[in-house]
C-alpha cells in the first residue's frame, strides 16, 4: 500500500492542466469540494481500470487509445489557446481574493471532466502504467498497491483544492 501511495504521488504531483485548474478553483474557494471530487473519483475509477485489465482490451482495440490520445490533445490545445487569449486580456494573476469570476457550476464541473477524462497522460499513468505495476504484486497484493495509489490521489487533489 505504501508502494502504492508514494508510486501514485510521484505520478500526479506534476503540475499539469487539471492541477492547476484545481489549485484556481482552490483559489477562488469556490467549488472546491465538488471539483477535487472529480479528480479523485475520475483517478479512482481509471486505477481500478487498469488493474482489472483495460490494457487487454486496449491491445485489442487499439482505436480507443488513438480516440483518447488526439481527442485530449485537441482539448488541449484548444484550452491553451484560450489561457493564451486570457494572458493577454488580463492584467492580473492567479491569487487568492481574485475579483475574476469562475463560470457557473456546471461549466465548471464539464471543464474538470474534460481535464480529467481528456489528458492523454492520465490514461498512461493510471490505467497503464499503474496498472500494469500493480498487476507485479499478485493477489492480493494489487488491490493493496491500487489502494494506495488511491490514497494519495485523495490526499493529493483535496491538499491541493484546499490548501
Not at 483517478?43 to 490494457?55: A, E, N, P, R, Y
Not at 493564451?84 to 469570476?101: E, I, P, Q, W
Amino acid at each position: 500500500m505504501i508502494s502504492g501511495l508514494l508510486t501514485g504521488l510521484s505520478l500526479i504531483i506534476a503540475i499539469g492542466a487539471q492541477n492547476a485548474y484545481v489549485l484556481k478553483i482552490g483559489l477562488h474557494k469556490k467549488y472546491v469540494f465538488p471539483v477535487c471530487t472529480i479528480c479523485f473519483l475520475g483517478d479512482f475509477l481509471l486505477i481500478w481500470c487498469g488493474v482489472f485489465g483495460i490494457g487487454a482490451i486496449i491491445q485489442k482495440f487499439p482505436i480507443f487509445l488513438d480516440t483518447f490520445r488526439y481527442g485530449g490533445a485537441a482539448f488541449l490545445f484548444v484550452y491553451g489557446l484560450l489561457s493564451l487569449k486570457n494572458f493577454f486580456k488580463s492584467s492580473g494573476s492567479l491569487v487568492a481574493g481574485n475579483t475574476v469570476s469562475l463560470p457557473s457550476l456546471s461549466k465548471v464541473l464539464l471543464t474538470c471532466l474534460g481535464f480529467t477524462f481528456l489528458n492523454p497522460h492520465v490514461y498512461l499513468d493510471t490505467m497503464i502504467l499503474l496498472g500494469s505495476i500493480a498487476s507485479a504484486y499478485g493477489e492480493p497484493g494489487k488491490y493493496f498497491f491500487s489502494m494506495g495509489a488511491c490514497l494519495g490521489s485523495f490526499l493529493w487533489f483535496y491538499s491541493l483544492g484546499y490548501g
